[in-house]
């Protein structure tokens, strides 16, 4: 050790030294350069890619999957969106439809009511027409029979030319003869 | 006594500084010339290569094969479809970790990626810079301002650089004149200009504090275990205690070399951490 000192010392003299490590010598900052920028290019070129290859296009693949399940998601969510749509347009369809058969449906049973009703109207009229015209015509039928039966007792009392007496029995058994014959 | 005349303090300052010379003691030392100077104006710069460069282009070498023979290691697994295993798989993690959790955590995924090259490169030669000044022999390039310097100046045009082009030119300025929230007219543009020059002091203070932190952490931990080995020196004289002084320096030292293993981590992380984290705030500064 001694001796390595000794030859460190005699060596500084002999040498040419800088002496102390604070002195700045501008040479070296031209020798860094070529060495750190041969070093930068050279490993740019020969060593980085073949180490970092893997990793940078595992996590490019990546990075492209996460894009791929992005799209993929949007797509699936306008799919949705638009099948919503359709869903909804369907109904408002349907639920039209079936207002549009509900209107026609209470229109036709409208017409058809109205159409009964009219029809009963015309059988009551034609009946009560009828009943009319069978009862003038009994009315009719029964003035000719009792206008026949006056004449017919008229007759009678002139025939018998009775007094009052006999005239009153007379009318009076002609016609409970007439309620026995019916 | 021939340890009375080890200068300690000229021991640990020369052999923290770099050098025209590689020492190998006691076994031989690689000494060689300085190249003339080169003038550029008043500038004069001398192109020698020094020991740091020696260790830095050492340092990026093996970065390098590491990197390399890890990548095949790993395609040849791929190929054969085989369970990630051994040395290529630690590594592996090692440079992941590095880009997804320093890098792309801190720039952002998009720009992450681009700056991601940059910053591993830069955290493994910081890293393997400064293991190499840990060996016997060795010395750590990024224990010298000068190393230091410049790779904060090429973080300094990524951040700014960077800056420039994903914000545009107009974008770019709002970061030196920012838009003051609650002021408008006259009082905004007088505070705008106002903050101008203490913006450009905080672009110009982030590198700066990269290059003194890592060539300080890195020098302080030589100079901790070269003055811890100058105990030795300064009392090995007394005939009774120096086998006990002995014993408690080397216990000493290796404590220190231990925690320098950690700093040397540590400092490598953290100038790639801030590196990413002010090219992150650049991006994203609106």
């Known amino acids: 050790m001694t001796l390595a000192l000794l030859a460190l010392q005699e060596s500084h003299d002999a040498g040419e030294s800088f002496g102390t490590p604070f002195t700045v010598n501008f040479g070296l900052f031209f020798w860094t350069w070529v060495v750190f920028i041969a070093l930068f290019f050279v490993l740019k070129k020969f060593a980085w890619p073949a180490i970092v290859q893997a990793t940078e296009e595992r996590e490019h693949r990546i990075k492209r999957q996460l894009e791929d399940a992005e799209k993929m998601n949007t797509e699936a969510k306008d799919a949705l969106e638009e099948h919503k749509k359709l869903l909804a347009g369907a109904k408002a369809e349907a639920r039209a439809l079936v207002t549009e058969a509900k209107t026609i449906a209470q229109k036709e049973r409208e017409q058809l009511l109205a159409k009964a009703r009219e029809e009963q109207q015309q059988v009551l009229e034609r009946a009560k027409r009828e009943i009319h015209a069978e009862r003038d015509a009994a009315v009719a039928d029964l003035r000719r029979e009792a206008v026949d039966l006056s004449l017919a007792a008229a007759s009678k009392l002139v025939e018998e030319n009775l007094d009052d007496k006999a005239n009153r029995k007379l009318v009076t058994e002609y016609l409970s003869s007439l309620e026995r014959n019916g | ?286």
């Open chain 2, 1 to 286: 006594m021939i340890q009375e005349r080890v200068d300690v303090g000229q021991v640990v300052l020369h052999h923290t500084a770099d050098a025209y010379a590689l020492d190998f003691e006691p076994l031989f030392t690689i000494s060689w010339h300085r190249w003339p100077d080169i003038h550029f104006g008043t500038l004069t710069l001398n192109l020698t290569p020094t020991k740091h460069v020696v260790f830095m282009v050492l340092a990026a070498t093996l970065v390098f094969f590491t990197m390399w023979l890890t990548g095949k290691q790993l395609e040849r697994q791929r190929a054969s479809e085989n369970a990630p295993k051994g040395f290529a798989n630690a590594m592996e993690a090692f440079v992941l970790f590095v880009r997804d959790d320093i890098a792309i955590a801190n720039i952002g995924h998009e720009e992450g990626e681009k700056y991601a090259p940059f910053v591993m490169a830069l955290f493994f030669f910081i890293l393997y810079s400064n293991v190499l000044g840990l060996l016997p022999w060795g010395s750590a390039a990024t224990g010298n301002l000068a190393v230091t310097g410049a790779l904060a100046i090429l973080s300094f045009v990524a951040i700014e650089v960077g800056g420039l082009m994903k914000l545009g030119v107009g974008g770019y300025m709002r970061t030196i004149f920012p838009k003051i929230p609650g002021i408008s007219g006259a009082g905004a543009v007088a505070m705008s200009l106002a903050m101008a020059p203490i913006e450009v002091l905080g672009k110009l203070v982030k590198p700066f504090a990269l290059a003194v932190r890592l060539f300080g952490n890195m020098t302080a931990g030589h100079f901790v275990i070269l003055s811890l080995f100058g105990i030795i020196f300064l009392f090995g004289h007394l005939q009774v205690w120096n086998w006990a002084i002995g014993i408690v320096t080397a216990g000493l030292v290796v404590g220190i070399m231990l925690l320098e293993l950690f700093v040397a981590l540590l400092q490598a992380y953290v100038f790639a951490l801030l590196t990413a984290t002010f090219i992150g705030m650049m991006q994203h500064e609106h």
